[in-house]
């Protein structure tokens, strides 16, 4: 591993690398005085015929995930989200939860969600958004995409 580069294991299943290559914010998002905020994350994801599929998550656009607050990624993390949507919003907020992680969100979707993202509200008196993803498609498609040029 180079000087710019280093490696930090929080738990046995669970490594940070941090690079320290310098380079410019060319994102619209500003850092907290006294925190850092996150721009992208490199996601691997197992697919269930065991091949990668490798997936950016950038928070610096449009797409509907600024303000997110937090990525669950298995049952605890839904059942934990769950319940604080439970005391929180009510009962029928938190079941809409668990309700997306354990089906399909389409009738025809290969998978089950991998993740759910969730925003804060916009103001106190409104449900966080919540986005479950990487359960709608085939990776790769069984056609190849039609030529851009």
């Known amino acids: 591993m180079s000087a710019l580069h280093k490696e930090v294991r929080v738990e046995k299943d669970i490594n ?4 320290f290559t310098e380079k410019p914010n060319l994102t619209q998002l ?8 996150i721009a992208k994350l490199r996601a691997d994801l197992v697919l269930p015929n065991d091949k ?14 600024h303000n997110n607050s937090i990525m669950v990624m298995d049952d605890f993390g839904v059942e934990m989200i769950a319940t604080a949507f ?3 919003y009510g009962k029928i907020h938190a079941d809409k939860i668990r309700t997306a992680w ?3 969100q389409k009738e025809n979707d ?3 969600p991998t993740y759910i993202l969730v925003q804060k509200p916009e103001d106190e008196n409104t449900i966080p958004k919540s986005h479950p993803k990487c359960g ?3 990776h790769p498609p069984k056609l190849a995409p039609q030529s851009i040029t």
């Open 16 to 19: 940070l690398i941090y690079d």
């Open 86 to 88: 439970e005391v929180k």
């Open 52 to 65: 990668i599929l490798t997936v950016d998550i950038d928070f610096d656009t449009d797409s509907g995930y």
């Open 110 to 112: 290969p998978r089950k």
């Open 136 to 138: 709608d498609e085939k």
């Open 102 to 104: 354990n089906e399909r």
């Open 30 to 37: 500003k850092a907290h005085e006294d925190r850092a905020v």
